[in-house]
């Protein structure tokens, strides 16, 4: 099992920027792919961002793409989320999660160790 602790969530103004980070422990996961989920209140979990497990492989929600970065670093066992240009439509629960393999997934289903999340508030 695999350990996952995010942060770097926080209360940012509309074209603010955040990094959140997120590091694992636990099993050697530095051949899974890793993915960024947001979950705003009322809505259904959806994906932000997902890495492979060499990390050439990218994926981006439409609505983030250009503003946020995912990249990890392995020597760390650390994966993180660059946020740019933030929009109060960002505002939601953050969480990392790791998949099951190396290939770049995007459904939530194909995860299965997932941290606690960190909350991002916009403010507009």
């Known amino acids: 099992q695999v350990q996952l602790v995010e942060s770097g969530g926080g209360l940012v103004q509309a074209g603010g920027s955040l990094r959140l980070s997120c590091v694992a422990s636990?099993?050697?996961?530095?051949?899974?792919?890793m993915g960024w989920f947001r979950q705003a209140p009322g809505k259904e979990r959806e994906i932000v961002a997902a890495?492979?497990?060499?990390?050439?492989?990218?994926y981006y929600a439409d609505s983030v793409k250009g503003r946020f970065t995912i990249f990890r670093d392995n020597f760390k066992n650390t994966v993180s989320l660059q946020m740019k240009s933030l929009k109060p439509e960002d505002t939601a629960v953050y969480s990392c999660?790791?998949?099951?393999?190396?290939?770049?997934?995007?459904?939530?289903?194909?995860?299965?160790?997932w941290g606690q999340g960190t909350q991002v508030t916009v403010s507009s």
């Open positions: 999660a790791t998949a099951r393999g190396r290939m770049l997934r995007t459904r939530p289903d194909d995860y299965d160790s």
């Open positions: 636990g099993r050697t996961w530095t051949d899974n792919a």
């Open positions: 890495i492979s497990g060499n990390g050439g492989s990218l």
